[in-house]
């Protein structure tokens, strides 16, 4: 479910799902529901999300006696109500809510990046962006991370990278949104985006520009071919691509149904 506990009066009120909850009442479309004043996409649960929750349920659910509060699974009316009438697409409030770990300064940098480049690079369906978006989602901590945190080391001698010279392991630690990782890897990507990382301390451009983070894991997933699995809803194949087996998988499928939940009617 895009929400993992109830969200309202009387509810769980996780931060995560109170995003979703946020958003899906800022994009909800009806000609006769209309928010008094646009929701703040921040997590955090007031009266003026239980009353909006309450207006939704009067207006859209025609609910006798509106509860504010909005159930996950088979007792969620509201939530199948409120992905019936939300706006589908990555509109800045849906990004803010599938990325539901990151921060506003992350979320007013990144968003545009991503509404510029995914379609003009083939990550041009609902389907594929929801599964793009969930593995940089976990992969990047919602943008907290664009370098491993491990030092590298683990990596030197892998000549499966490319890493042959002393050093290399580290040098080419996985940077980038998706982690693009080992000389071999990093050498592609150059000839592909004419970024002359293999300069000693380029290679940290994958990790401190947040366009050459994004661009190198586009590159990264269209070289993989994973539009293809994507296509087949396939998120253990998606994951074992990108990751080299399933850890974090759960959360890969949170990013996964809060993407859908936005993207997909």
């Not at 366009?211 to 253990?236: E, G, T």
Request: proline share 4%; net charge positive.
């Amino acid at each position: 479910m895009c929400i993992k506990n109830s969200v309202g009066i009387k509810g769980k009120n996780l931060k995560p799902d109170v995003k979703v909850i946020q958003a899906a009442l800022n994009l909800s479309q009806n000609k006769d529901f209309k928010l008094p004043a646009r929701l703040s996409v921040d997590g955090v649960a007031g009266d003026k999300t239980y009353d909006a929750i309450k207006l939704f349920q009067k207006i859209i659910g025609k609910f006798s006696t509106p509860d504010g509060r909005v159930d996950p699974g088979p007792k969620g009316a509201t939530l199948k109500l409120l992905k019936k009438h939300s706006q589908k697409g990555l509109t800045k409030d849906a990004f803010t809510a599938i990325m539901a770990h990151s921060t506003k300064p992350r979320i007013n940098t990144y968003y545009p990046l991503f509404s510029t480049n995914l379609d003009k690079n083939s990550i041009n369906t609902p389907l594929r962006k929801a599964h793009f978006l969930a593995q940089v989602g976990h992969e990047s901590l919602s943008f907290r991370y664009t370098e491993e945190i491990a030092s590298g080391a683990d990596y030197q001698g892998r000549k499966d990278l490319g890493n042959t010279k002393p050093g290399d392991g580290i040098r080419f630690k996985g940077r980038g949104l998706l982690q693009l990782t080992g000389r071999k890897n990093y050498t592609a990507y150059a000839a592909h985006s004419k970024l002359k990382l293999l300069v000693k301390g380029n290679e940290k451009l994958l990790s401190t520009t947040p366009k050459y983070a994004l661009d190198a894991s586009i590159w990264f997933w269209n070289n993989k071919k994973l539009n293809k699995r994507a296509d087949q809803d396939n998120l253990r194949s998606v994951t074992r691509r990108v990751n080299g087996g399933y850890n974090g998988l759960l959360d890969r499928q949170d990013y996964l149904c809060r993407a859908k939940f936005f993207l997909i009617p």
